[in-house]
């Protein structure tokens, strides 16, 4: 404690670089003499030429909590906040108990040696997630920079971006950055089976092919379905009336497979979505949709029936009903639903329509009904094939 009675900054988190000693700051170098503990990577404590205690793995931040109180250093890569643990260990400490000695991230060493500007280019950490994060972003003329886990992950970035349109994009691999060891090789990305690395590495993805549109309602070709599926031009519709916002909580009741959570997630980062399905077959479908579309993370599958499966979710800010409505459901999750949070229904079947028209009589929101029809084979010609009206009803309480 210091002589103001505020716990004193016992924690000095210090990014380093592969350049070792040389590119640590007097501050840096003071932290690190007046140490009662270390603890880092083995990477870092080699490339610093220092002993202390290395991370546990699979990863946790528990030997630093131990040390609470105590002058202790912890190593990091580049700019600990910048995709880096020091959010991690900064989110369990007070403001008051840590410090922190940046050194140059990966993404701003290689922005400068691409020549792009930083704020107009993609950062990724992709080290320890899905390449399938990828997916939502790429576009052509896109800049993304990524890094990876290690060597052996170059290969399968070159077959993810072949798989999904972008052969013929442009990569730089990087290796060691700002060591003795660097290494750069430049490839198209249906050559990066060729590139021969060591950790550390990272990537800078100049893209060039199609991406998917960032517009709602996208072709129902794109999802794992058996049919059950909201259609396209009603999942639009959909979507503008769930109204997306980033960092909320989306309940999809019978979610089917999974396309109004995945819209739903792809419009609002930082939201997360919580599908009801008890379908065994469409449950696998909502995952593999999922992950198709590099969200998967942020999707919980619910293998239940509505209202059962609801007890210990977190409190939704918009519901989606797909089908299935009845009076019993909707008092519940009007139960559940804070005030100022959404709720859309869209049903198909008479009784529903009934019920959401006497609801919305009685809660207000707005009502609509589609009508599609569609181009489909008339005997040696073609006729418009009607689909079945949706009515749509949207409230707020």
């Not at 990014?15 to 083995?42: F, M, N, Q, W, Y």
């Not at 249906?190 to 072709?219: E, Q, W």
């Not at 059950?228 to 009603?234: A, E, G, H, L």
């Not at 980062?269 to 998967?296: Q, V, W």
Request: aromatic share 6%; net charge negative.
């Amino acid at each position: 404690m210091s002589d103001t009675g505020k716990t004193f900054p016992w924690l000095t988190i210090i990014g380093c670089g592969e350049d070792g000693p040389a590119g640590l700051t007097d501050a840096s170098r003071k932290a690190i003499a007046e140490a009662k503990h270390i603890v880092g990577a083995p990477r870092h404590l080699e490339v610093l030429g220092l002993t202390g205690e290395t991370f546990p793995v699979p990863f946790s931040l528990t030997p630093v909590l131990e040390k609470r109180g105590v002058a202790t250093v912890m190593l990091t890569s580049g700019d600990p906040f910048w995709f880096g643990a020091g959010g991690s260990i900064a989110a369990q400490l007070s403001p008051e108990e840590y410090t922190c000695h940046s050194a140059p991230s990966v993404f701003s060493m290689i922005a400068v040696r691409m020549g792009w500007r930083l704020e107009e280019t993609l950062c990724m950490g992709l080290h320890a997630r899905s390449l399938s994060r990828l997916l939502p972003v790429s576009s052509d003329g896109v800049q993304i920079i990524v890094t990876l886990r290690d060597g052996a992950a170059i290969p399968a970035l070159g077959e993810y971006l072949a798989a999904n349109g972008f052969a013929d994009s442009h990569a730089t691999c990087f290796q060691a950055l700002g060591g003795e060891a660097e290494r750069r090789e430049d490839v198209l990305a249906r050559d990066l089976d060729t590139v021969d690395m060591t950790h550390p590495v990272a990537v800078a993805i100049a893209c060039k092919g199609r991406g998917i549109s960032r517009a709602s309602g996208l072709a129902d070709e794109l999802f794992a379905t058996d049919g059950q599926i909201t259609k396209r031009p009603v999942r639009a519709l959909t979507l503008s009336a769930l109204a997306p916002c980033p960092n909320e909580v989306f309940w999809d009741i019978g979610a089917g497979s999974g396309s109004i959570s995945v819209e739903m997630l792809l419009a609002a980062p930082g939201s997360r979505a919580y599908s009801l399905e008890t379908r065994a077959d469409r449950i696998a479908n909502i995952r593999k949709n999922a992950d198709h579309f590099g969200i998967g993370h942020r999707i919980e599958v619910v293998n239940a029936h509505a209202p059962e499966g609801l007890d210990g979710l977190p409190t939704p800010d918009v519901i989606f009903i797909g089908g299935g409505l009845n009076a019993d459901l909707f008092d519940a999750l009007w139960a559940k639903l804070p005030e100022g949070g959404r709720l859309v229904a869209n049903t198909v079947t008479l009784e529903s329509e009934a019920l959401i028209t006497r609801l919305a009589g009685k809660l207000g929101g707005e009502l609509m009904r589609f009508d599609f029809a569609q181009a489909a084979p008339l005997g040696r010609m073609r006729g418009w094939q009607a689909a079945r009206p949706v009515v749509q009803w949207r409230v707020v309480k």
